[in-house]
Each structure stands twice: as structure tokens, then as C-alpha cells.
């Protein structure tokens, strides 16, 4: 099983398992009484592991920006200070809930910060 995303206007409105996105089209065309071209039209359907990475820049005190692998599950944290932190094991819906957390730092330290393994990168 694969997991897609489905984006509506770049936000996320749901997941779904399924073996291919063709039948991820065909699942949203029945849901919603749309043709496949129309799905198609509105909604961008992604494989996660298609998407790479993706980065965030974010206005906080503590942290500039943060970079998720979808494929390895990993998170990169780039602090304010210039550290940089890679985090294993992230599940993609904890990173989407950071992107939209009205803290970042603070979703940070009670979501991520203590509760995978991760190393210090070296930055140049």
C-alpha cells in the first residue's frame, strides 16, 4: 500500500492507502460524483514517497527552517543559532501537524524535541 496525499489550494485534506493513484482518482471520483479528469483538475494527488523533501521556512524565535524527507521519514531542524539537527523516524503526519502548529518552537519541544533519536549535523 501506498499513502497519497490530496491537495486542495497546497493544503493537505486528507490521506489515503491505496495500491496506485489511479485507484486513488477512481476512490475520489465515486466519493465526491466526479469524473476522473475533473478529480484530476481539483484535486493534486501525490505519492508521498514521490515528494522527496519538502522545506519549511518558519517565523520563530527558535527554529529558521525545517526539511522533511518523506521517503526516509526524517526531519531536519535548522535552529536559530545555526545548529542543525536530523530527527529519525518522524511520521509525515507529525511533520504536516508542525507546519501547521501556531508555535513551531513550542510544538517542538513537546512533540519532537525529546522523543526521537537524532544527531547533530555539521554545517559548513
Not at 55 to 76: E, Q, R
Request: hydrophobic share 40%; charged share 25%.
Amino acid at each position: 500500500m501506498n499513502t497519497f496525499k490530496f491537495y486542495l489550494r497546497n493544503a493537505i485534506i486528507f490521506s489515503l492507502e491505496s495500491n496506485s493513484v489511479e485507484d486513488a482518482w477512481l476512490w475520489l471520483s465515486e466519493t465526491k460524483n466526479l469524473s476522473i479528469d475533473k478529480v484530476k483538475e481539483l484535486y493534486k494527488i501525490k505519492k508521498v514517497d514521490m515528494i522527496k523533501e519538502q522545506m519549511t521556512s518558519v517565523d520563530s524565535s527558535m527554529i529558521n527552517k525545517y526539511v522533511y524527507n518523506f521517503a526516509s521519514k526524517s526531519l531536519k531542524v535548522e535552529f536559530t543559532g545555526g545548529a542543525l539537527y536530523e530527527y529519525t523516524n518522524v511520521e509525515p503526519d507529525l511533520y504536516d501537524n508542525l507546519c501547521k502548529a501556531e508555535s513551531a518552537g513550542k510544538f517542538f519541544n513537546e512533540k519532537i524535541k525529546n522523543n526521537f533519536e537524532h544527531v547533530q549535523l555539521l554545517t559548513d
